[in-house]
T-cell receptor, first 113, second 112 residues
């Protein structure tokens, strides 16, 4: 079955440290790939997307993600985390011609001062 | 450009009642998707509308329905509410150029 896996439920990093959030998908072809962030009580904000082309994509708020076809992964990175980055992060994919997003279970990021 | 608007933001209903949630997409977007978010099941796709037609539907019972109007505004309805319908309901406005989905703030539904 098509699925998205975010193996880390919680991640804690110190402010200023680098961050990598993992995402793997299960699908025969390359899907459309997205990362969203959700602050408590809020909707989802689109950080970045990958459709094709350059496998390293830049997003908002200093985030980037790298698509690796061989590993079916789309990991999110940030070189230096700020306290305001504390939130829940969702990886999502669209695996067909629809707009049906399939979400991972999310990773909650905590930032130590 | 105004973002996605969802009303109401919070709602408390009793089991057995029905509820209607509203979503106004970004101007120019003709496709709207709805998602349910719960702690147990996470984010799940409900349905997607384009030009007043439902194009895709998720795996939810028939108590969940929706519609879209000619101005692209969309409503979703849940009839005969159950406790398990308590959730954050998110509407997304879909870009036809790049498949991005822009989410509204959500409607928090509590069923008692």
């Amino acid at each position: 079955a098509q699925s998205v896996t975010q193996p880390d439920i919680h991640i804690t990093v110190s402010e200023g440290a680098s961050l990598e959030l993992r995402c793997n998908y299960s699908y025969g072809a390359t899907p459309y790939l997205f990362w969203y962030v959700q602050s408590p009580g809020q909707g989802l904000q689109l950080l970045l997307k990958y459709f094709s082309g350059d496998t390293l994509v830049q997003g908002i708020k200093g985030f980037e993600a790298e698509f690796k076809r061989s590993q079916s992964s789309f990991n999110l990175r940030k070189p230096s985390v700020h306290w305001s980055d504390a939130a829940e992060y969702f990886c999502a994919v669209v695996m067909d011609s629809s707009y049906k997003l399939i979400f991972g279970s999310g990773t909650r990021l905590l930032v130590r001062p | 450009k105004a973002g996605v608007t969802q009303t109401p933001r919070y709602l408390i209903k009793t089991r057995g009642q029905q509820v209607t949630l509203s979503c106004s997409p970004i101007s120019g977007h003709r496709s709207v998707s709805w998602y349910q978010q719960t702690p147990g099941q996470g984010l799940q796709f409900l349905f997607e509308y384009f030009s007043e037609t439902q194009r895709n539907k998720g795996n939810f019972p028939g108590r969940f329905s929706g519609r879209q109007f000619s101005n692209s505004r969309s409503e979703m309805n849940v009839s005969t509410l159950e406790l398990g319908d308590s959730a954050l309901y998110l509407c997304a406005s879909n870009s036809w150029t790049g498949r991005e989905q822009y989410f509204g703030p959500g409607t928090r539904l509590t069923v008692t």
